[in-house]
């Protein structure tokens, strides 16, 4: 029985131990942490998946509201295969920390709007925004820093019913001397 009584001694021992283990969680991400994207950012041929066309255009992305949100503001022409242009559209995002996640709202130019619920940061290197599951497709957008002043760029989707993401446009954008 003393075995017993050894093991039962224990458990309180470890709960207690666990208890008042430090917090080992890492930080909610913070804007500091996708901080890499602040510049004014140009595209050479971007890469449009469902009109086998490209897209070029101009990224400037800054602080904003005191450093509480970033301000993303673009320009992007299209152009079919055959590399006749076929039109423009601005687009605007909004980036901000809330309730311990980062958040996103984008609206273009041609009407579209996603609310980006969450994202997914490696800081000072990767950050991929995601929409919520719902009855539409799931948005994602992510950022790669790949060299100081390179950004590898992908956005796409997860129809709906469905769990392969399918990218609808790629591209890379280089940061400009401004």
């Known amino acids: ?28 991400p913070s804007l500091s942490d996708i901080d ?5 950012w140009t595209s050479g041929e971007g890469k449009v998946a469902d009109t086998g066309g490209i897209s070029k255009g101009s990224s400037t992305i800054t602080f904003e509201a005191g450093g509480k949100a970033l301000l993303r503001r673009d320009h992007t022409d299209l152009f079919d295969a055959k590399g006749a242009h076929t039109g423009g559209f601005d687009q605007v995002m909004i980036v901000y920390a809330d309730g311990g996640a980062i958040h996103a709202d984008y609206v273009d130019g041609e009407g579209h709007a996603i609310h980006y619920t969450s994202a997914t940061v490696t800081p000072g290197k990767e950050v991929t925004f995601s929409s919520a599951p719902g009855a539409g497709p799931v948005f994602q957008l992510s950022y790669e820093m790949k060299t100081a002043d390179t950004l590898a760029v992908t956005f796409g989707m997860t129809p709906p019913g469905q769990t392969a993401f399918r990218p609808i446009a790629t591209g890379t954008l280089k940061k400009s001397a401004d």
Do not use: S, Y
Not at 1 to 28: D, E, H, S, W, Y
Not at 36 to 40: A, E, K, P, R, V
């Open 1 to 28: 029985m003393k075995c017993g009584r050894t093991i039962a001694m224990r458990k309180p021992i470890v709960f207690l131990l666990a208890c008042l283990a430090p917090n080992v969680a890492q930080a909610a």
């Open 36 to 40: 890499f994207l602040i510049g004014h």
